[in-house]
């Protein structure tokens, strides 16, 4: 799970360099890669709770987000 967190860095990054190397404002690019990431990261970390008050099977204990 902690994979989806790297993986939209790196795509966030690579959106960083592009967009400024096309006219649009480092700082503004930058904003949009965090966006990403913490929106990433809030999915991983909220998961397993919701997975769990939905009825969900229970996560296994390594993909808990609180145990990070």
């Not at 989806?4 to 360099?17: A, C, R």
């Not at 006219?23 to 965090?34: E, H, Q, V």
């Not at 929106?39 to 709770?49: D, L």
Request: proline residues 3%.
């Amino acid at each position: 799970m902690r994979l989806i967190v790297y993986v939209s860095l790196v795509i966030g990054l690579v959106w960083w360099i592009v967009a400024w190397a096309f006219g649009i404002k480092a700082f503004d690019a930058f904003l949009l890669t965090m966006a990403l990431v913490v929106g990433a990261a809030a999915y991983v970390i909220v998961k397993p709770f919701l997975d769990r008050m939905l009825g969900r099977e229970a996560a296994p204990i390594e993909e808990d987000g609180a145990r990070y």
